[in-house]
Nanobody, 120 residues
């Protein structure tokens, strides 16, 4: 009933930039927090950035100052602008949202993931 679709991943050189986008659709009443996570094989999924419905943001220390999360509540989208990318940023990036559905149930939803590779 709720789907998240991501786009924008790819291959970029160190120091480059990428912009990831995610759109939520389906039986949505309202969305609380929206987040970006990342994961590398064999590692636990890591929270990268989060943004509340009111626009308050937090970042992992490793990306603070380089990444910017933003959202458009009218469109149910969240973006992650990634600048000054480093090889250690290489991961599958996942969109996540905490959603109140139109049936007034509350749950967390994940996107399918998009690969970001930072390499020379």
């Amino acid at each position: 009933q709720v789907q998240l679709v991501e786009s924008g991943g790819g291959l970029v050189q160190p120091g480059g930039s990428l912009r990831l986008s995610c759109v939520a659709s389906g039986s949505i009443f309202t969305i609380n927090a929206m987040d970006w996570y990342r994961q590398v094989p064999g590692k636990e999924r890591e929270l990268v950035a989060t943004i509340t419905s009111g626009g308050a943001t937090t970042y992992a220390g490793s990306v603070k100052g380089r990444f910017t999360i933003s959202r458009d509540n009218a469109k149910n989208t969240v973006d992650l602008q990634m600048n000054s990318l480093k090889p250690e940023d290489t991961a599958v990036y996942y969109c996540h949202a905490a959603v109140w559905s139109r049936s007034l149930s509350y749950g967390a939803y994940w996107g399918q993931g998009t690969q970001v590779t930072v390499s020379s």
